[in-house]
């Protein structure tokens, strides 16, 4: 089954505790990207990857870091969470050749930092 | 700076009532337009999309769209909903020939019995 799978599905950290959330997807895609969603707010980009070892920053990238080793997997890391990181967190992935590029989310990761 | 516009942040309708929602986009060059729902406690899923060709666009569960180039609007409509279109709906942009979606604020969709 075609999929992006995240881990952990909720998480309750303290400030300053290095956290990774991982990231993959078995559709060989080229693009993918860490959401962070907040009420109000919609979804709003972190970093994106283009393919491995191609990453960017999105729209609000301070205080996250990403990694593109593999093509499957897409990691987001916060290397010292504080609790304004509070939030409901998505991977995307999408194809970059072809028509569709509709992009395949994950089930979601809530974080809450203290 | 690219944006996108829902105009409503909160809908309650009655069962078998007409829902539409709007969403303007803020961007001058070639978009590819969708609208994603996400159901409480689900991750978002595709309603529809718009490419290009035809602008009226028909997506799962009886939903539709409607591009107007002129007035940069893609609003979603569906003439009867039911209880179970509870959800948030967002509108996204693609604005790039990567993927990077710009998404709306979301609309908060509660339809009673």
């Known amino acids: 089954e075609a999929q992006v799978t995240q881990n952990p599905r909720y998480l309750i950290t303290v400030t300053g505790k290095k956290l990774t959330v991982t990231c993959s997807q078995n559709?060989?895609?080229?693009?993918m990207s860490w959401y962070r969603q907040d009420p109000g707010l919609g979804l709003r980009q972190i970093y994106y990857s283009m393919n491995v070892e191609v990453t960017d920053k999105g729209d609000v990238p301070e205080g996250y870091k990403v990694s593109r080793k593999e093509k499957r997997n897409f990691p987001l890391i916060l290397e010292s969470p504080s609790p304004n990181q509070t939030s409901l967190y998505f991977c995307?992935?999408?194809?970059?050749?072809?028509?569709?590029?509709?992009?395949?989310f994950g089930p979601g990761t809530r974080l809450t930092v203290t | 700076a690219q944006s996108v516009s829902q105009h409503n942040h909160h809908v309650i309708l009655s069962e078998a009532a007409s829902l539409e929602l709007g969403c303007n986009y803020s961007?001058?060059?070639?978009?590819?337009l969708f609208w994603y729902v996400q159901y409480p406690g689900q991750h978002l899923q595709l309603l529809l999309k718009?490419?290009?060709?035809?602008?009226l666009v028909k997506g799962i569960k009886g939903f539709e769209a409607e591009f107007i180039k002129s007035k940069f609007s893609f609003n979603l409509r569906k003439p009867s909903v039911q209880w179970s279109d509870t959800a948030e709906y967002f509108c996204a942009v693609k604005t790039d020939s990567w993927g990077k979606l710009q998404f709306g604020a979301g609309t908060q969709v509660v339809v009673t019995p």
């Open positions: 961007y001058g060059g070639t978009v590819n």
């Open positions: 995307a992935s999408n194809p970059v050749a072809g028509s569709t590029y509709e992009q395949y």
């Open positions: 718009y490419f290009s060709g035809d602008p």
């Open positions: 559709m060989n895609h080229e693009y």
